[in-house]
């Protein structure tokens, strides 16, 4: 797909339960926004207002808001919501490609453009935690979907009678000394063995190697993790600046 060149671009990743967007012009990143979705009217103008310069906006989303819910911009700038018809930089060798979602295919994206010939294991740490898959010749190959942190310290406090609800913590020690300091080791500890987990396993399996770290949890986790990996937490929007500038060139 081919747009008109336009350097300063708005994009907006749609999330399960937040909305994170940046401003770019061309690959430099001029203010980096986090909100709710209800104030995504009230947000987006904000932003257009701070940075008149902005001919359009770049949606990816994987949560609840539909394209309608962006009309309102259309009278000011243009409005492109990535989708599969999509040039993407990669091979996509999933077995059902119309469900994998857009997100993963957009970090897919950036891993090949930013990190060229490796074997890319991207992981997003947000609501779910995701493990793609990219090897050294650019072909999509897959990888796995887990409850993230968020999702498991619910999941422990709604599907119980009377486990609290708490707050991501890093515990004290392996060995929790109540039940506060068990759920904490539970679900930290888990996540954590979880990705390094995986990481070892591709590591066992592929030279040639980068791990790339993103999404809402990724600061959290990085320093705990015993493997070495590429740790940003705008890893997705910096993908979505790129895969849109790729459909230009």
Do not use: W
């Amino acid at each position: 797909m081919q747009f008109k060149f336009i350097t300063m671009l708005l994009v907006i990743d749609v999330g399960n339960t937040r909305i994170k967007s940046a401003v770019f012009e061309q690959d430099k990143q001029l203010g980096h926004f986090v909100f709710l979705k209800e104030d995504l009217l009230e947000k987006v103008d904000f932003i257009l207002k701070q940075h008149p310069k902005v001919g359009t906006i770049v949606v990816a989303s994987v949560g609840s808001l539909e394209q309608s819910d962006f009309l309102a911009f259309k009278s000011k700038v243009k409005v492109v919501f990535i989708t599969r018809e999509f040039d993407f930089p990669f091979v996509n060798l999933y077995e059902s490609p119309t469900t994998l979602g857009i997100d993963r295919m957009v970090l897919a994206s950036g891993a090949v453009l930013q990190f060229p010939k490796q074997n890319r294991l991207i992981i997003d740490a947000g609501t779910c935690i995701t493990y793609d898959f990219v090897d050294e010749t650019d072909n999509y190959l897959g990888g796995a979907i887990s409850p993230g942190i968020r999702l498991r310290y619910e999941s422990l406090h709604n599907y119980t009678a009377k486990l609290p609800l708490l707050e991501r913590e890093f515990p004290k020690s392996s060995i929790g000394k109540s039940t506060s300091e068990s759920i904490h080791s539970g679900v930290i500890n888990s996540v954590i063995f979880e990705i390094d987990g995986y990481i070892d396993y591709f590591k066992s399996e592929n030279a040639n190697f980068i791990i790339i770290l993103t999404g809402g949890d990724a600061d959290f986790l990085a320093m705990q993790l015993k493997n070495t990996i590429f740790a940003n937490s705008n890893f997705l929007l910096e993908s979505l600046n790129q895969t849109f500038q790729y459909n230009q060139k």
